[in-house]
């Protein structure tokens, strides 16, 4: 247990985006039958971004420093940076999918006349 204390230590850091996360799938289940695409849309990202945040303390709290105890530089730069490319890359996403959810379901708006 002792060995999860840095762990919990990063995701007191994340609690703001960690409690975003969760406010952000409350409002897709709050919205699920006015707007379900949407929903679905944010409902996705969110969870990413809650799984992302999980990983991310795992990763900083407890793998990275046991790989760097128990590897050799070279293998734990090389995980840090794919780690770190991986986990831009989903996060890019989520943050894609919540913008493809605000402009989702609305419908074309006609020219106003000038």
Not at 60 to 69: E, N
Request: aromatic content about 8%.
């Amino acid at each position: 247990m002792d060995d999860l204390i840095p762990v919990y230590s990063v995701l007191v850091g994340t609690v703001p985006m960690f409690v975003a996360a969760i406010v952000g799938i409350v409002m897709a289940g709050v919205y699920w039958a006015r707007a379900r695409k949407p929903a679905l849309l944010l409902l996705v990202a969110c969870v990413l971004q809650v799984l992302l945040i999980l990983a991310q303390s795992m990763m900083t709290g407890w793998y990275i420093p046991h790989l760097m105890h128990e590897g050799t530089m070279s293998t734990t730069q090389l995980f840090i940076t794919l780690w770190a490319v991986a986990s831009s890359l989903l996060q890019a996403i989520a943050l894609g999918l919540m913008i493809w959810a605000v402009f989702s379901g609305r419908s074309h708006a006609a020219p106003t006349p000038r």
